[in-house]
T-cell receptor, first 114, second 114 residues
Framework: GAGVSQSPSNKVTEKGKDVELRCDPI?????LYWYRQRLGQGLEFLIY????????KSGLPSDRFSAERTGESVSTLTIQRTQQEDSAVYLC????????????FGQGTRLTVV | AQSVTQLGSHVSVSEGALVLLRCNYS??????LFWYVQYPNQGLQLLLK??????LVKGINGFEAEFKKSETSFHLTKPSAHMSDAAEYFC????????????FGSGTQLTVLP
């Protein structure tokens, strides 16, 4: 597609359930990033992929969070045993490699844990 | 370490008035600086970026920002606000220019009054 696509756009889940969030980056973009945006706050870096490997997982808030990327394309962010504090908009971005390159963002997945 | 401070979580201006959104950064090395805009229910869109080529950077939709090293500032301006400018604006700083090292401010919600 023309842009970064995320699905679902909205997800309501019960506390304790697992959720999977999907990101389809722009074709040819080797770098892929996940951010979390809590209500009224800025973007919080979660994880970065270069190709299929994740050299920087420093932002993952706990071991309940994991992510993978296959075929240098689609990425899935998984949250296990969701908690209410996980409620946020999860944004995915992709870019070409190299300094100063623009990151293109998807529309995000709004996750609500009830 | 790098950080971004956006002064004013909410800014209101009248249609046709000057828009000024403030951003101050700290970085141990010369930074790359970005302004992103987020319209309701949409992902982030790059407005403009500073990569040391010129201190006055022009972006889309009539916005521009000036890099002032002495003041560690990168304020966003637009001479005449339009109703369609109502959105949330995020300033971000990057050491290496790649999104994985992007640190975002907490955002400024711009309201344009008729």
């Amino acid at each position: 597609g023309a842009g970064v696509s995320q699905s679902p756009s909205n997800k309501v889940t019960e506390k304790g359930k697992d959720v999977e969030l999907r990101c389809d980056p722009i074709s040819g973009h080797t770098a892929l990033y996940w951010y979390r945006q809590r209500l009224g706050q800025g973007l919080e870096f979660l994880i970065y992929f270069q190709g299929n490997s994740a050299p920087d997982k420093s932002g993952l808030p706990s071991d309940r969070f994991s992510a993978e990327r296959t075929g240098e394309s689609v990425s899935t962010l998984t949250i296990q045993r969701t908690q209410q504090e996980d409620s946020a908009v999860y944004l995915c971005a992709s870019s070409l490699a190299g300094a100063g390159t623009e990151a293109f963002f998807g529309q995000g997945t709004r996750l609500t844990v009830v | 370490a790098q950080s971004v401070t956006q002064l004013g979580s909410h800014v209101s201006v009248s249609e046709g008035a000057l828009v000024l959104l403030r951003c101050n950064y700290s970085s141990s090395v010369p930074p790359y600086l970005f302004w992103y805009v987020q319209y309701p229910n949409q992902g982030l869109q790059l407005l403009l970026k500073y990569t040391s080529a010129a201190t006055l950077v022009k972006g889309i939709n009539g916005f521009e920002a000036e890099f002032k090293k002495s003041e560690t500032s990168f304020h966003l301006t637009k001479p005449s606000a339009h109703m369609s400018d109502a959105a949330e604006y995020f300033c971000a700083v990057s050491k290496g220019g790649s999104a994985r090292q992007l640190t975002f401010g907490s955002g400024t919600q711009l309201t344009v009054l008729p």
